[in-house]
Every structure is written in structure tokens, then in C-alpha cells.
């Protein structure tokens, strides 16, 4: 029904005319009947979706004015009634009341029942976020855009927790293992901690789920050297205190490891991935599970969906650390998401036109970004193992014959023997090649061409 109600705001959006039942129907392939056509757009006008004009038979429909942040800027993205709820936990600590953690509010959501994204807006954000085809495996966008995914989320997560490293600099350490003169080592620990959480998450594109375990090991991978090795990936002992905040999250180990796995369940029964990325945002944010690194595990968190689903992944793009940091507190204090889900859409928006504005900068080579885990490991292969000549070349053609569909595979060639033609100490990054390595492949390859 949700696929159904997808194309009925597609169609709509398309048309610069509102359009009447049986034209609309005529529109979507003339295979469904009047009377579920009526029901899904009665679902559709009750949630704010579209609207109706006119009456019985004469009625009309349209794209209703959404809850829209298309139009948003940085010092606008926050709707009335999340500055309502911002006010309230902006008076000083000594006039808010000491809160603990609410049970109930998890208790009341019923995945794919309870929805915190209107909608409308999940639509709209479904809509901004697609990139490749249906029957594209899991992973294949974030394969894309790997290097600009691991450069955008690790530099905003970070920045969201105070770090001070540059996009450029941090550009330079994900991409040449560069860190920045006068930097603390925890900042550079950080960024590439966030680069291994994340490259986590593509390389296991095809598997991973929003589980606890999957959770723990984000946590893990992103709190390693900054935090006692005992705690990384583990739910935490001992009490935690949230600054500039009366929230009290709750302490005792069973209890907070019990929760944290009726969170995983939850969301892994949530059809809708912004919906499911959202809700573990919130609530991994607001559980606290960990002695620390709990906001930036909730963000890695947040993508799995994005990534499964071939969707634009969340960068946390063109948002300020105060507005961020204040939205959560009026989840820890109100439970009232409407600032979060305010950032949250705003900046998912900004992260989908970087993506595009970036691929029409760098000009996307398709068949190289796709093709992109084959080619290294076979370029590995043939350093490790100082295949040159003949021997190369039959290791080539074979390999893409198994591998690689015949209409991609004369540029999937291309590709890796200009890839071998350039390969230098700064290029062998992630192939698990040590530069003494190339060095004797380079000897060997040298040698044959003489």
C-alpha cells in the first residue's frame, strides 16, 4: 500500500493540474479500482499529503503545501513548535525539573504503526534521496561516492562533538594519512575512527542490519584509544551525567543492555528508512547505552538504512553544534523530537544536493565507482603476487570475464590497467599492499617490459 500511495505523489507532483480520480487512475496504468483509489487518497488527505478540491464525483486532487525544509537556511530550519519546545529547556537548570529516562516512550512505538516523520515528508525525503535502481545490490551508491562519503561524515560528526579539524584537513587524513599540525591526537583518533565505522558499513552493505550487536561494534570501531578498551562496544556499569541538561540516564548494565536490544528490534521492523534511521537517532541518543561516543553512534546508526537501501547517506551537513546539541536535550528532557527531526530533514536535504553538485563537479565515472571493490582486490591480487606479462594479462581477462557483465567490462579493463600504470605509494591506500611490497611488484613489472 505505502509503494501505491509512493506513485500517487509522484504522479501528482508531475502534473500542473490538479487532477480528478478517474484521470489519475488512467495516469498510474488503469490497474486499480476506484474504490482502493479512493481509500488511499482519503489516507493521503487525512495526512496532510494532498489535498481535495471539490466534491464527489467533481473532486479534484493535488500535492498538498508540505512540511517542506527545502526552503530552510542555516538560521531557519527550526519550526514554530521547535522553538516552543527549545525555549522551555533554554531556562536555566535550576528552573527544569531532574528528569530520568522515560520507558514509556519507547514502549509506545509500534513499527511501521507510529511514525514520527509525517508522511509527507518521508516521501519528499524518499524522493530527494534515491540514486540507483531497484535491482542495484545494497551498497552500490555508498560504493559511489565512497571517498566523499568518508570525508563529509566524519568531518560533520566530529565537528558536531567539538573537534576542530577542517573539511580540508580532514580530506587530507582520510584520503593521505596527513593529520594537522597542532591538533590534539584525540581529533585525529576521531576522524579516523569514523572512517573505519564507516567503511564498516559499506563493506557490509549486503548484511548489516540495525541489530545490537551491529550497534555495539559501531561504538566500538568509533570509540577505540578514547575511551577505556573495557568500554568500547560495551554497554556501560556505571552512572553518566549529560552536561548543560537535568536528564539522569539510567544505570545498571542489564537494564540499559535490555532496552538497547528492544531498540534494535524495534527498528529493524521499520519499513520505511528514513522513518528507521530517525527513530534510531532518537533513540540511541536518548538510551545513553555507552560511557561515551553515544551521539556519534547513533548518527553511524542512523545510515544503515540509507545504505542498504542505496539512498543518500546522512552527513549532518549545514548544522550547528549549539542547534544540535539542544535538540537532543529536548529529547533528554521533553521527548519532544520536533527540533531533531527539524535538523534532521534539513540537513538530509543539503546532503542530497552535495552529492549531486559534487558527482556533476567531479564528473561520476559510473563504471569506476561501481566497479570499485573487484578492481582493488584484483589489483592486490597481482602486486601480492607479481603477476606481470603474460601471466597478467590472462589473470585480467579472466577475471573480468567471471566478474564483470560484458557491456561494463572493456571500461572495467581500462580502468584497472591504468590504475596499475599509476600505482605509487599513495595509491596502494587500503589494498593491504606495504610499500616493500609494491616496490618488488614494480621491480618485477620493470623488468618483463624491458
Known amino acids: 500500500m505505502i509503494d501505491v500511495k509512493l506513485q500517487i505523489l509522484g504522479q501528482l507532483r508531475q502534473e500542473p493540474r490538479p487532477l480528478d480520480l478517474k484521470t489519475l487512475i488512467d495516469r498510474l496504468g488503469g490497474t486499480y479500482a476506484e474504490r482502493s483509489m479512493r481509500r488511499w487518497l482519503a489516507q493521503l488527505i487525512e495526512e496532510n499529503a494532498i489535498e481535495r478540491l471539490g466534491r464527489r464525483r467533481g473532486a479534484k486532487y493535488r500535492i498538498a503545501t508540505p512540511m517542506s525544509f527545502q526552503e530552510s537556511s542555516e538560521q531557519e530550519y527550526f519550526r514554530p513548535e521547535s522553538l516552543r519546545a527549545l525555549q522551555q529547556i533554554q531556562r536555566p537548570l535550576c ?148 552536561g548543560g541538561s537535568t536528564y539522569l540516564p539510567f544505570e545498571g548494565s542489564e537494564r540499559l543492555e535490555l532496552l538497547l536490544e528492544q531498540i534494535a528490534n524495534k527498528a529493524s521492523l521499520i519499513q520505511d528508512p528514513h522513518e528507521q534511521s530517525f527513530f534510531l537517532l532518537a533513540h540511541i541518543s536518548y538510551l545513553q547505552a555507552f560511557a561515551d561516543v553515544n551521539k556519534r553512534t547513533a548518527r553511524l546508526s542512523a545510515n544503515i538504512p540509507f545504505i542498504t537501501h542505496n539512498l543518500v547517506p546522512l552527513s549532518f551537513n549545514d548544522i550547528e553544534r549549539e542547534d544540535y546539541i539542544s535538540a537532543l536535550i529536548a529529547i533528554y528532557e521533553l521527548q519532544e523530537i520536533n527540533p531533531l527531526l527539524d535538523l534532521y530533514a534539513f540537513s538530509y536535504q543539503r546532503t542530497a544536493t552535495l552529492c549531486d553538485e559534487t558527482a556533476k563537479a567531479v564528473g561520476l565515472d559510473e563504471i569506476r565507482a561501481r566497479y570499485r571493490q573487484p578492481r582493488r582486490a584484483l589489483l592486490r591480487h597481482i602486486i601480492l603476487n607479481h603477476l606481470t606479462g603474460a601471466a597478467l594479462e590472462s589473470f585480467i581477462s579472466s577475471q573480468a570475464l567471471a566478474q564483470i557483465p560484458e557491456a561494463d567490462r572493456p571500461a572495467f579493463i581500462e580502468d584497472l590497467r591504468q590504475d596499475l600504470e599509476e600505482i605509487n605509494p599513495i595509491r596502494i591506500a587500503g589494498l593491504g599492499v606495504s610499500l616493500g611490497e609494491l616496490k618488488s611488484w614494480e621491480k618485477t613489472h620493470s623488468r618483463m617490459r624491458k
Not at 509527507?120 to 534515491?130: A, D, I, Y
Not at 573505519?196 to 549486503?206: F, G, K, P
Request: glycine residues 6%.
Open 95 to 242: 528552573y527544569r525539573r531532574p528528569v530520568s529516562y522515560v520507558t514509556d516512550w519507547l514502549d509506545a512505538y509500534v513499527p511501521n504503526q507510529t511514525f514520527y516523520l509525517p508522511f509527507s515528508l518521508r516521501s519528499e525525503l524518499h524522493q530527494v534521496g534515491k540514486r540507483t535502481a531497484p535491482k542495484d545490490p545494497a551498497g552500490t551508491y555508498a560504493r559511489q561516492i565512497l571517498n566523499r562519503l568518508l570525508i563529509d561524515l566524519s568531518y560533520n560528526s566530529s565537528r558536531l562533538e567539538g573537534n576542530t579539524y577542517s573539511l580540508l584537513e580532514t580530506e587530507r587524513l582520510i584520503l593521505q594519512g596527513v593529520g594537522a599540525e597542532g591538533k590534539l591526537d584525540e581529533e585525529k583518533i576521531m576522524i579516523l575512527n569514523h572512517k573505519e565505522a564507516i567503511r564498516y558499513l559499506v563493506d557490509h552493505a549486503s548484511s548489516v542490519r540495525p541489530t545490537k550487536e551491529t550497534i555495539c561494534t559501531l561504538h566500538f570501531l568509533l570509540a577505540d584509544s578514547l575511551i577505556e578498551r573495557p568500554y568500547s562496544g560495551k554497554v556501560r556499569d556505571h552512572g553518566v551525567r549529560i
